[in-house]
């Protein structure tokens, strides 16, 4: 059955460069056009991997899977920017910016929820939901803009990484307290200890550790193709495997560890082409197109269209105030507060792995599933052209 795969990879990728070009063609970022590629592409508009020639195949399931690596080399590029004392720096902006990101749409969540129709428990599960963040389209965005280490750029990535452990510990508290299933306060200390011993194990043995074993792999010429390359990229795959397994953060948390860790190795620019040739002419593209492919809008109904409305809504205007208002409090000045704010704005697979939490404890059914994936795409949509507004000046792109 690789044959219906290797069509659907060809158009993805097709479609995926030449929505980029065409975004680039009219001054918008380049992910603008490929996310919108996978709208086009998915059940919203044609359905074309519904065809029995790719669906009998399962190219669907394929091409996410080939998109969450895409995601994970995406945030090991990022994490390859920045050095650590620059996220230090950005300390208290980051640390309210993330605290506040998950607090303001938990709570604007509920008061937006409860009065369609729910109940406080699928309420809060709602605002858990939108709680998430994935700054990997904005992390994207920000190097095609050339500010990924301006002062808010450092602070966004910072953020990001407080609000993936805040969201993920207060999903843990909730389903432990609100389902009765987590085994009590004692586990959530476990849980949160958990967390952070992985984050703060994770950057020590892989700063200490990597540099080490890139030298050593180039001292030793080893008769391997590319050893550093591949070395780098077995790294990145057990980071993004522990971070999950083993600390309880999604896998982008540890590709991005993976990514600071090595950012002062000595080979960091032969990693920075080989990982960006990998990344970017094949796995980022099928990423970015395939959350167009989870979204069908075709299955809502009238009745869902205010469901969807008020999602959208408070998820952007949540995190612009959250993010923003905790980034200005931090002591940025307002205007980049409220490019952080912005920053944040982008939910992905994180949202999507909560959201499925709650289909498995009936807290999230069809309908409320099917308008979280068309927040996740709004939200994703909408991030890169006002990231654009907020940083006028394009250094560079890739399409």
Same mark, same amino acid.
């Given at each position: 059955?690789?044959?219906?795969l290797l069509?659907?990879?060809?158009l ?88 506040l990101?998950?607090?303001a %749409? ?7 929820a409860m ?8 309420a809060?599960f709602?605002?858990? *939901?939108?709680?998430?963040t ?12 050339g ?15 407080v609000? !993936? ?57 080893? %008769? ?28 982008i ?11 002062a ?19 980022? %593209? ?9 979204? !069908? ?9 205010g ?12 995190k ?19 490019? *952080? ?50 940083? %006028? ?7």
């Amino acid at each position: 059955m690789i044959l219906p795969l290797l069509a659907a990879l060809a158009l993805t990728l097709t479609t995926a460069k030449l929505g980029g070009w065409a975004s680039s063609r009219l001054g918008q970022p380049v992910v603008l056009g490929k996310l919108l590629a996978g709208l086009l592409l998915g059940p919203s508009i044609l359905n074309v991997f519904a065809l029995p020639y790719f669906d009998q195949a399962h190219v669907v399931g394929a091409l996410r899977e080939f998109g969450e690596l895409g995601v994970i080399f995406l945030m090991f590029s990022a994490g390859l920017e920045i050095q650590i004392g620059d996220l230090t720096k950005a300390g208290r902006p980051a640390l309210l910016a993330g605290v506040l990101g998950v607090l303001a %749409p938990i709570a604007l969540g509920v008061a937006g929820a409860m009065p369609l129709g729910y109940d406080l428990n699928q309420a809060i599960f709602l605002g858990l *939901v939108m709680s998430a963040t994935s700054v990997s389209i904005s992390a994207q965005t920000l190097m095609e803009l050339g500010r990924l280490r301006s002062r808010e750029g450092l602070a966004l990535l910072g953020a990001a990484v407080v609000d !993936d452990v805040l969201a993920i510990g207060a999903l843990a508290v909730f389903v432990a307290l609100g389902l009765d299933e987590g085994g009590g306060p004692a586990s959530l200390v476990g849980i949160f200890a958990r967390m952070l011993l992985f984050l703060a194990g994770a950057y020590g043995l892989g700063s200490w550790l990597l540099p080490r074993a890139l030298r050593w792999v180039e001292g030793r010429r080893l %008769p391997i193709s590319e050893p550093v390359v591949s070395l780098v990229i077995i790294v990145v795959l057990v980071f993004a495997w522990a971070s999950e397994v083993v600390g309880g953060v999604a896998a982008i948390t540890g590709a991005f560890i993976a990514g600071v860790a090595l950012s002062a190795a000595p080979s960091k620019e032969r990693i920075e082409r080989g990982i960006h040739a990998l990344a970017f002419a094949f796995f980022v %593209p099928i990423f970015l197109v395939s959350i167009g492919l989870q979204a !069908d809008a075709r299955a809502l109904s009238v009745g869902d269209l205010g469901l969807v409305a008020v999602t959208c809504v408070i998820a952007i205007v949540s995190k612009v105030l959250g993010a923003g208002g905790g980034a200005r409090l931090g002591g940025l000045a307002w205007p980049e507060a409220l490019r *952080v704010g912005v920053g944040m704005i982008s939910r992905g697979e994180v949202g999507l792995i909560v959201a499925s939490v709650g289909v498995n404890n009936g807290l999230l059914d069809a309908s409320g599933f099917t308008a979280v994936v068309l927040m996740v795409l709004v939200t994703t949509l909408v991030t890169p052209p006002l990231l654009r507004l907020a940083f %006028p000046q394009k250094e560079s792109g890739h399409a």
